[in-house]
């Protein structure tokens, strides 16, 4: 059982183009977190949401934490080449000390 | 400040045998974690330690050990190889209980 649902799995658009990815669960979650991954490397953060309904902005990406703390989304708009990569949320389940990723979502911008 | 650092970067193992895999952080963070991460799975947490001196079991924890003995460091043994284990492994630290978590770069393993 996949207790982090992201999707799509994977996804090309053009450059200038906006796009949605989801990460889902039938669990609450303390807090949670997308990282992105370049091939080769360690995946780095991006951000941490902890509130429900939270919404965060990075430059042109928006993050929003669910309002019952079971989903989030990241949201990039105008898309560049540099945004290509895999994208993973994690998270921490209420009174867990684990943390679970997702299987993430590989996203490639044309330019 | 190397921030996390991992060793070696790369290596092949023939069925069987064994070898460790040391991470070392020197951001003075408590809790330190070992994931795998294979094609198409996404990251998966095999151990991880709160603090200096503890352990404790991830998702995926059959066929590996770890020690922390120091702060710094924490050590992932593989005692006798499958192939199963060919994947990379990342560690990371993390001083907030894994809401921040920096991330080594990581160490390919094949093993045939």
């Known amino acids: 059982t996949q207790l982090l649902e992201q999707s799509p799995q994977f996804l090309s658009i053009q450059e200038g183009e906006n796009l949605t990815v989801y990460c889902n669960s039938s669990?609450?979650?303390?807090?949670l977190q997308w990282y992105r991954q370049e091939p080769g490397e360690g995946p780095v953060l991006l951000v941490t949401?902890?509130?429900?309904?939270e919404v965060k902005k990075l430059k042109r990406l928006t993050f929003q934490f669910g309002d019952a703390r079971k989903d989030s989304s990241l949201h990039i708009t105008a898309a560049q080449p540099g945004d290509t990569g895999l994208y993973l949320c994690?998270?921490?389940?209420?009174?867990?000390?684990?943390?679970?990723f997702g299987k993430g979502t590989r996203l490639h911008i044309l330019p | 400040n190397a921030g996390v650092t991992q060793t070696p970067k790369f290596r092949v193992l023939k069925t069987g045998q064994s070898m460790t895999l040391l991470c070392a952080q020197d951001?003075?963070?408590?809790?330190m974690y070992w994931y795998r991460q294979d094609p198409g799975m996404g990251l998966r947490l095999i151990h991880y330690?709160?603090?200096?001196?503890?352990?404790a079991k991830g998702e995926v924890p059959d066929g590996y050990n770890v020690s922390r003995l120091k702060k710094q460091n924490f050590l992932l043994g593989l005692e006798s190889a499958a192939p199963s284990q060919t994947s990379v492994y990342f560690c990371?630290?993390?001083?907030?209980?894994?809401?921040?978590?920096?991330f080594g770069p990581g160490t390919r393993l094949l093993v045939l």
């Open positions: 990371a630290s993390s001083h907030d209980g894994g809401r921040t978590q920096y």
């Open positions: 669990s609450v979650f303390s807090s």
């Open positions: 949401v902890v509130t429900g309904g």
């Open positions: 994690a998270g921490r389940r209420s009174g867990d000390d684990k943390i679970i």
């Open positions: 951001m003075n963070h408590e809790y």
């Open positions: 330690s709160v603090g200096e001196g503890t352990t």
